[in-house]
């Protein structure tokens, strides 16, 4: 008994000289869709599709002056796919979303290691994907510099299935963790610097792809190199963001690419208090090359919703090694009150290269985004329509007679983000 007190005693006199912050909080959000041509032309012969998924996450935070450990739990939970009384999550969507540790190595220094978030600049080519309910994360390890204005981060990766050390495991014969991209390795290296009115990033970025030989046994690895720098200019009401990236190397199958590259330009102003004006164009290569070869350029690990119109016709899940795409748009922002603003933006879509017809032209889509902050709450709602052009027809492979003659989606979302506890 007296040695449970001497211990208990210890650990009070350890917790009276350090400081500690501990955080728990959660997230709940529940979304509804109408999906008649999101992601793909519908058949005019088809119904719409409607549905309701929550996504509900716990948080946990514990910071000490010399160190931080997080951890996230999430779950996503559609509607009714459960029969009653099911004894379990027919989805098995329950998941550790982050898992990681963050120790301070000197005054500038750090290095977090475990399952994390890795999002940069505008998430063009990495970011955290907050719109898929699942969101996005790595199992990686960082060593992160940062002093002053300037900021480097430099990252490992190295996924495994220990039942099959070998390799990953092919399609079809277990988890399967190729495909979509997943890499076996991969090495990081960013860099940001901030002056007055610029920012600028360079990212250089090497994916490892588990290759498999005929009898789908691990057989080497495909590496693909991704690099090149995000940069925002802003002054007064005037805003000016560039995003210029290059791909070469290797995509999974030993698929050489080459010339691969994404241009993008994007320009804001703001016309008045509550009116916000931008413009802008991105050019992302597609495939002109021979068998075996590539030109398309793919973002990746980017949160690809966020771009080329949010019905997600291109680059989420779709529209790899495919005739690339140029994307010009337009948006306003009115802030309608202090608390719901809704957002306007028109986008036209051309192939950067030519159909097996000629055709280039794919379509015009509206995204209309209306928000409210309530006390403690939010909600969002969206509404989108395309306007699909023969080139977009011949693309997604549905004939104009067979599609239907409306394209479009609606969602609305609740978000309530609780603070459970915080303290010292």
Known sequence: MKKQYIIIGLMLACFQFTTAQFTLDGEFRPRSEYRHGFGNLIPDAADAG?????????????????????????????????????????????????????????ENTSTKLGRQVLSYDDQRILGGLDWAQQGRNHDAALIKYKKGNFMLDFGLAFNQDYSHPTGFISQGTGYNTAGFFSYKTMQMLYMKQKWEKLTGSLLLLNNGFQDFNGAGSADGVSNLQTLGTHLNYKSGNFGLAANAFLQTGNRQGDVSVKGAFLLGLDASLKASDKVTLGAGLEIISGN?????????????????????????????????????LVDIHASANFKLSKSSSLMAKVLNFRGEQALASGEKSLGTEIDLVYKRKFKGFALVAGYSQLFASDGMYELKGVTEAAAAGTQNWAWVMLVIKPKFLSGK
């Open 50 to 106: 409607f549905g309701i998924s929550t996504r509900v996450r716990l948080n946990s935070s514990f910071m000490t002056d010399n160190y931080w450990v997080y951890v996230s739990l999430q779950d996503i939970m559609v509607w009714g796919e459960n029969r009653q009384i099911l004894p379990y999550d027919q989805n098995n969507s329950f998941a550790v979303f982050q898992a990681w540790a963050e120790i301070k190595l000197g």
């Open 288 to 324: 002109d090359a021979g068998a075996g070869e590539t030109g398309a350029f793919f973002p990746l690990y980017g949160t690809n919703h966020k771009f080329n119109g949010f019905m997600d016709y291109f680059y989420v899940g779709n529209h790899a090694n495919s005739i690339g």
